[in-house]
């Protein structure tokens, strides 16, 4: 049986890839090459379930409501999704202030 290619088409906004290069840094002279290379895998892997599956996310009150957010370790994807494309705008701490991120 062929697979069903999956629709979306995921693009990382410029503060989104800016998010995921200052985590990879900060876990790498924190933590180490094992940890980097682990979270850097566990960010790959939630990007392809939102592809895959983007309505895993969930609404927040401190975001826009055509946003969803998505847990991974201690940082939110915050993406919204269109007809083909699913558009990831940051990557933040959970404990951030998501108002102040996207509202300044």
Do not use: C
């Not at 999956?6 to 876990?27: G, H, M, V």
């Not at 094992?34 to 892997?45: P, T, V």
């Not at 939102?50 to 969803?68: F, M, Q, V, Y």
């Amino acid at each position: 049986m062929p697979s069903i290619q999956n629709k979306y088409k995921i693009e990382l906004a410029p503060l989104a890839k800016a998010d995921i290069e200052d985590i990879i840094q900060y876990t790498q002279e924190t933590y180490g090459s094992a940890k980097r290379k682990s979270y850097s895998a566990d960010i790959r892997k939630a990007l392809r379930n939102i592809k895959e599956n983007p309505h895993l996310g969930h609404a927040r009150e401190d975001i826009d409501t055509n946003h969803k957010a998505w847990t991974i370790n201690s940082h939110v994807i915050v993406y919204a999704v269109t007809d083909s494309r699913i558009s990831i705008f940051r990557v933040l701490p959970s404990h951030r202030d998501f108002r102040v991120q996207f509202y300044q």
